[in-house]
């Protein structure tokens, strides 16, 4: 998906919301949003929200000498999750069908976000969840797939989320898993010190996607990167900002929240659906 006009104010939103989060002192909180405002003047609409979202995340970072402003909210959702997981683990094992509850937690916890939701009740979350349809569905094209499948690529998303995913992962018994997360801080996505504290450290392989910083990894959408999804047997990703910058890979399966107008629209169904599909290019 390219960047749309009306993802100018929610950058500018989610720059002043981080900016306070990073920095008490309003100087350097306007300074944050100024030079926001210049970047997105500038920026080319042939590019995807999380390339623009990496230069903004720069910016707050460099003013405010705050490498990571989520930190202490990222240790919070991760003890929320965990309190969660004997509760995530019991729906599982009481289910008539394992793998969709195990399906259906993982997108309620992607409710955890926030570059898109100020607010959140997590529990209502995934009452409301395990009760609902997929506006879009591909479970059963998935578990196809699934059976055949040897080595999963899986795409994280957000701290606290990564527990949800465990309980999806250790539905997928002896596959080969390699879980991509951050490779340094950008809102509250997962890192590496998420795997660990999530419990998947030593279970899983870890890759890098990168967070806008030198080093950090390539984007996502870089070719290399993208071979590396093509030679696993299934990849599945989760959230919006990779569906963001993937959508058109039609081999992957995303699995998301839909948060965003403009992602409903391309997507032809509702804001606060659940989907599960794979990649496609929209008519709209």
């Not at 465990?166 to 996505?189: A, H």
Request: glycine share 8%; net charge negative; proline share 4%.
């Amino acid at each position: 998906m390219n960047v749309n006009l009306d993802c100018v104010p929610c950058f500018m939103q989610q720059a002043l919301k981080t900016a306070r989060i990073a920095t008490d002192d309003e100087r350097k909180q306007e300074e944050i949003l100024r030079e926001t405002a210049g970047l997105l003047s500038r920026l080319s609409y042939e590019c995807s929200p999380p390339e623009i979202a990496h230069q903004v995340h720069e910016v707050i970072r460099r003013v405010s000498g705050n490498d990571d402003p989520y930190r202490e909210i990222k240790l919070h959702d991760n003890k929320l999750a965990l309190g969660l997981y004997p509760w995530l683990k019991q729906q599982v094992r009481e289910s008539d069908d394992p793998l969709y509850t195990a399906v259906k937690l993982a997108v309620a916890g992607n409710v955890i976000d926030y570059g898109v939701n100020r607010a959140f009740n997590v529990e209502e979350t995934i009452e409301r969840v395990l009760e609902m349809d997929f506006a879009l569905d591909s479970m059963d094209e998935f578990r196809n797939e699934l059976r055949k499948a040897v080595h999963i690529y899986y795409l994280a998303d957000n701290a606290g989320e990564i527990v949800f995913d465990r309980v999806l992962i250790e539905e997928f018994r002896d596959k080969r898993i390699t879980l991509v997360v951050k490779g340094g801080p950008i809102i509250n996505d997962a890192t590496l010190d998420d795997v660990e504290v999530a419990g998947l450290g030593g279970r899983v392989d870890v890759d890098y996607i990168g967070n806008g910083m030198e080093g950090s990894g390539p984007e996502r959408t870089d070719p290399l990167f993208l071979e590396k999804l093509r030679e696993a047997d299934l990849v599945l990703s989760k959230g919006q900002g990779n569906f963001e910058g993937l959508n058109r890979e039609d081999y992957i399966y995303f699995l998301l929240m839909v948060k965003c107008p403009l992602i409903a629209r391309h997507m032809g169904v509702r804001v606060a659906d659940i989907v599960f599909t794979r990649g496609f290019r929209s008519p709209v």
